[in-house]
């Protein structure tokens, strides 16, 4: 790493260098060892060099490094040089490096909390210990209350004491408006358990729970979108050959197609999950359900292929591992969205939906066309209530042409 150091360094010999030198070395090794290389590397190196002059210019010490003086810096380099792609970020992990090797402090007392924020803060914590709620749901909740609450009080008093009815259905009118079917039905979730927390406290008088207005939705109203299996065919021929990027995504799109594997449960495996001895697959599905699944031999090649040849050399455990450094595993389940994106356009595919689910719904589509009952597809699929299954009847043509009765009145 040191070659990354002189072969970068814009400190003429004999200047003096700032607080941040004897860090920096350290530092880019960090970076090189989540991949970072080349001129990528280069870059990230001259920009730690210029934060180092910058901080002995304004007679800084390294425990003064802050987010606000990073946001300075920026500030000052912007007037004679624009922000590059990734520099933000470069500044961050350099903040979380020093900060785990105690050299900078945690970050500075904030500012007091707003009764808004006190108030989420005191609802998120009833939802994770009473409610149980997943990171991603407690978001969503948090997001719809957040909304209601500022359009209701605004940036002033928090009068609870004064929601009304008139109140609440205002709102979800409002916001249905503007909203997805689903996304309407988790705003009133969410305004629901909202009410509720407030009556529990005291802060009102009354459970106005029962004043949000239900969303129509009617079950099964909707036939499942799913590829079907000469589409799944084509999609996978189009991601045999390809870069590393590519034969990664194929491994991926077999999961996916080969046992119906939700995007986040594609997200959360981890090498540990794979017993290659048993031919098993341990997933870790919705409500803390793990669940052990037979590993076909196709999926199996080409997982023990991405992980020998492709998988880029890092400290985690999760199977999937970033193709650009950082080398991390996905952030969440858009990226497996995004890999079925990239392989429908490959094959020419142009769906109305383009998610990893249209592969779920594909494969129960041809498992109920070959003869499988709604009971086992509920159970390759891990479903835990056989409504999730009965949707999937309607695509059974077949079936329904025989309860199908002649029009009155109409030829034979």
């Known amino acids: 790493m040191q070659s990354h150091l002189k072969k970068n360094s814009t400190v003429p010999a004999g200047q003096p260098t700032?607080?941040?030198?004897?860090?920096?070395?350290?530092?880019?090794?960090?970076?090189?060892?989540q991949g970072f290389a080349g001129t990528s590397m280069e870059h990230r190196v001259r920009l730690l060099w210029a934060l180092d002059e910058w901080m002995r210019k304004h007679r800084m010490s390294i425990e003064d490094l802050t987010e606000e003086r990073i946001e300075q810096f920026f500030r000052d380099r912007g007037k004679s040089y624009s922000k590059k792609i990734g520099e933000c970020a470069t500044l961050r992990f350099l903040l979380k490096y020093l900060r785990e090797a105690k050299v900078v402090g945690p970050p500075g007392s904030q500012p007091e909390a707003s009764p808004l924020d006190q108030l989420q803060a005191s609802f998120a914590?009833?939802?994770?210990?009473?409610?149980?709620?997943?990171?991603?749901?407690?978001?969503?909740?948090?997001?719809?209350?957040?909304?209601?609450?500022?359009?209701?009080?605004?940036?002033?008093?928090?009068?609870?004491?004064?929601?009304?009815?008139?109140?609440?259905?205002?709102?979800?009118?409002?916001?249905?408006?503007?909203?997805?079917?689903?996304?309407?039905?988790?705003?009133?979730?969410?305004?629901?358990?909202?009410?509720?927390?407030?009556?529990?406290?005291?802060?009102?008088?009354?459970?106005?729970?029962?004043?949000?207005?239900?969303?129509?939705?009617?079950?099964?109203?909707?036939?499942?979108?799913?590829l079907t299996p000469w589409q799944i065919a084509l999609v996978l021929k189009h991601s045999e050959q390809g870069n590393a990027t590519v034969q990664r995504d194929r491994a991926i799109l077999l999961l996916l197609a080969r046992l119906g594997l939700r995007a986040s449960e594609v997200v959360r495996m981890r090498l540990e999950d794979i017993d290659w001895e048993a031919g098993e697959l341990t997933?870790?599905?919705?409500?803390?359900?793990?669940?052990?699944?037979?590993?076909?031999?196709?999926?199996?090649?080409?997982?023990?292929?991405?992980?020998?040849?492709?998988?880029?050399?890092?400290p985690y455990r999760e199977?999937?591992?970033?193709?650009?450094?950082?080398?991390?595993?996905?952030?969440?389940?858009?990226?497996?969205?995004?890999?079925?994106?990239?392989?429908?356009?490959?094959?020419?595919?142009?769906?109305?939906?383009?998610?990893?689910?249209?592969?779920?719904?594909?494969?129960?589509?041809?498992?109920?066309?070959?003869?499988?009952?709604?009971?086992?597809?509920?159970?390759?699929?891990?479903?835990?209530?056989?409504?999730?299954?009965?949707?999937?009847?309607?695509?059974?043509?077949?079936?329904?042409?025989?309860?199908?009765?002649?029009?009155?009145g109409g030829g034979a």
């Open 18 to 33: 700032g607080p941040l030198y004897v860090y920096i070395a350290g530092f880019a090794a960090s970076l090189a060892s």
């Open 125 to 226: 914590q009833h939802l994770t210990e009473q409610r149980g709620l997943r990171p991603t749901t407690l978001e969503q909740y948090l997001f719809h209350t957040r909304r209601f609450l500022l359009g209701r009080f605004g940036s002033g008093a928090l009068r609870l004491d004064e929601l009304n009815s008139q109140d609440i259905v205002r709102c979800v009118l409002g916001q249905a408006r503007t909203v997805s079917r689903h996304a309407a039905r988790c705003m009133a979730k969410a305004l629901r358990s909202l009410l509720r927390f407030l009556h529990q406290r005291g802060d009102i008088a009354t459970d106005l729970a029962a004043s949000v207005p239900s969303v129509a939705y009617w079950s099964l109203a909707e036939l499942p979108k799913y």
């Open 283 to 314: 997933v870790h599905g919705k409500g803390g359900r793990d669940d052990r699944l037979p590993l076909p031999r196709d999926v199996g090649q080409c997982l023990a292929e991405y992980l020998r040849r492709i998988r880029p050399k890092c």
């Open 319 to 408: 199977v999937f591992i970033r193709a650009r450094a950082p080398h991390q595993g996905f952030a969440d389940s858009a990226a497996v969205d995004i890999v079925v994106q990239r392989a429908l356009r490959r094959a020419g595919l142009n769906p109305a939906t383009r998610g990893a689910h249209l592969f779920r719904h594909g494969l129960a589509t041809r498992m109920l066309r070959n003869g499988a009952s709604l009971a086992e597809i509920g159970t390759v699929l891990r479903h835990q209530s056989v409504c999730a299954t009965s949707i999937y009847a309607k695509v059974d043509l077949t079936a329904l042409r025989t309860l199908a009765q002649p029009w009155p």
